[in-house]
């Protein structure tokens, strides 16, 4: 099961990468022009519903592979796989999905079509940065390439 998991996370990270940045272009090209949001709001759901379901996928990873009893132990901030894996990823995963819900829930809540457009295309872009920055690529050298 936590092998299906692994690989439930690691391909679902593609569709959330392309719900984000299509979400990131429809933001970007209605924020100057007065086009409807409604385009843009349901992939921004869209990309926000995948953001929650990896985010309990990853949880679920998180605690079935024992990351979570490691905080603490000796020598885990020397080790950069197990600080990767403990502090790291997950942190700055939360930190992304939240300023793209809260990115999200503020678009809903105004009614300039296209304020909720800027507002879509500044939370996601900077939610995508951080995902992308803490996504466990391989040439990142954390052994990823061993368990996957």
Do not use: C
Request: glycine share 8%; charged share 15%; no cysteine.
């Amino acid at each position: 099961m936590e092998t299906g998991l692994i690989h439930l996370h690691s391909s679902l990270r593609w569709i959330v990468l392309i719900l984000m940045v299509v979400a990131i272009v429809k933001g970007f090209s209605g924020r100057n022009k007065n086009v409807s949001f409604d385009g843009t709001r349901k992939i921004a759901l869209f990309a926000m519903i995948s953001l929650h379901i990896q985010l309990l996928i990853g949880l679920a990873l998180y605690f079935m592979r024992g990351w979570a009893g490691k905080w603490g132990t000796e020598g885990m901030m020397a080790d950069k796989i197990m600080r990767f894996f403990t502090m790291e990823h997950m942190l700055m995963m939360i930190i992304a999905i939240a300023l793209a819900t809260i990115g999200y829930s503020g678009a809903k809540k105004m009614s300039d079509s296209m304020k909720q457009h800027k507002r879509i295309f500044v939370f996601y872009l900077i939610s995508l940065i951080i995902i992308l920055a803490s996504i466990p690529w391989p040439f990142r050298g954390l052994g990823v390439d061993n368990w996957i």
